[in-house]
């Protein structure tokens, strides 16, 4: 089935575009899923509510959410630290809360830590250059 439109993202490994990938496959808003993760951290692990921990949707079952957390690491470690499952209904309360307003995050660089980071760490860059970066190369093609 083609996709109804393309949408551009940056994603930093690939956790990242799996999850990304499992939200397009199952109609639901990357956007609002990093949201939702924003608010399990702040409601299930408040001290890992940081741009350091990682929040990763492993599968959706039984009108649930999976997801796996990393805390922030001590050494460098990417072990788990805590699976969660929350029904879906979290994510569409969720979804209601926003409203419609617009994303808060940059428009490629969905991604719950960037939210959460502190600014000096992931600088905005204006849109002209975000363009210049991200631009499509067979645009650049003769």
Not at 31 to 42: G, N, P, S, V
Not at 48 to 61: D, I
Not at 63 to 92: C, N, Q, R
Not at 120 to 125: A, D, E, I, N, S
Request: aromatic share 8%; glycine share 2%.
């Amino acid at each position: 089935m083609p996709a109804p439109r393309f949408v551009r993202r940056v994603v930093f490994g690939l956790p990242s575009l799996r999850e990304k990938l499992l939200c397009i496959d199952h109609g639901l808003d990357d956007i609002t899923m990093e949201l939702t993760k924003i608010h399990l951290l702040r409601e299930h692990f408040p001290k890992w509510a940081s741009w350091k921990a990682q929040v990763s949707l492993q599968e959706l079952r039984d009108d649930h959410l999976h997801f796996d957390i990393t805390a922030p690491p001590a050494k460098d470690s990417l072990e788990v630290a805590a699976k969660l499952a929350t029904p879906m209904a979290t994510y569409h309360e969720v979804n209601a809360a926003r409203g419609g307003r617009p994303s808060p995050f940059h428009p490629w660089l969905v991604d719950f830590r960037a939210a959460l980071a502190p600014q000096k760490t992931l600088p905005r860059l204006s849109r002209a250059d975000a363009e210049a970066i991200f631009k499509d190369p067979y645009e650049l093609a003769p």
